[in-house]
């Protein structure tokens, strides 16, 4: 079975630009969640989407959005991009609102 | 605002050792746990899981994990660590009764010797 994907793996952008990252979740699952991975730290929690629903927002500024789609993929949305915003930026599916989470390979950003 | 602590961030081992790594809590209610590998180059697995019964629950590769809920621990637990175990480990609190929103340490960076 196919696993989370993410793309792209990498990007760059510099500071102020807007960017959109991608997920796919596992088959069947309905729940989409994202991360922020600094090095060096652990994931922190930005977003959960539940059936199209968002079930939670972590402390992260109204630059970060996100949305899940009717086949349960996902996007998140960065605008205008700041240096502190490189990082790597995890997606995760779960079958239902409160379980175990599967993460995908991340998306590497990286602002110049 | 709830917090995980991991207390060993780097660790260093021969093979054959044993390995304890801690985490910590701070939440009151009923919680979820978890810990996370991640190998070099690889992304997050899951090792292992605690949502109710047995407070000592057996992930995969031989590791094993002990919730203590008076003192709001979990630590994670290998009898024999090989060099494949090189990696980081991350441990996870979810509160039971709201969403899914993952609190994650900080990580435990273990090394093994061969």
């Known amino acids: 079975d196919a696993g989370v994907t993410q793309s792209p793996t990498h990007l760059i952008k510099t500071r102020g630009q807007q960017v959109t990252l991608r997920c796919s979740p596992i088959s069947g699952h309905k729940s989409v969640s994202w991360y922020q991975q600094v090095l060096g730290q652990g994931p922190q929690f930005i977003f959960q989407y539940y059936e199209k629903e968002e079930r939670g927002r972590g402390n992260f500024p109204d630059r970060f959005s996100a949305r899940q789609f009717p086949n349960y993929s996902s996007e998140l949305n960065v605008n205008a991009l700041l240096l502190g915003d490189s990082a790597l930026y995890l997606c995760a599916s779960s079958p239902g609102d409160r379980d175990t989470q599967y993460f995908g390979p991340g998306t590497r950003l990286t602002v110049l | 605002a709830q917090s995980v602590s991991q207390h060993n961030h780097h660790v260093i081992l021969s093979e054959a050792a044993s390995l304890e790594l801690g985490c910590n809590y701070s939440?009151?209610?009923?919680?979820?746990l978890f810990w996370y590998v991640q190998y070099p180059g690889q992304h997050l697995q899951l090792l292992l899981k605690y949502f109710s019964g047995d407070p000592l629950v057996k992930g995969i590769k031989g590791f094993e994990a002990e919730f203590i809920k008076s003192k709001f621990s979990f630590n994670l637990r290998k009898p024999s660590v090989q060099w494949s175990d090189t990696a980081e480990y991350f441990c996870?609190?979810?509160?039971?009764?709201?969403?899914?929103?993952?609190?994650f340490g900080t990580g435990t960076s273990l090394t093994v010797i061969p």
């Open positions: 939440y009151g209610g009923t919680v979820n």
């Open positions: 996870a609190v979810t509160p039971s009764n709201t969403g899914n929103q993952f609190y």
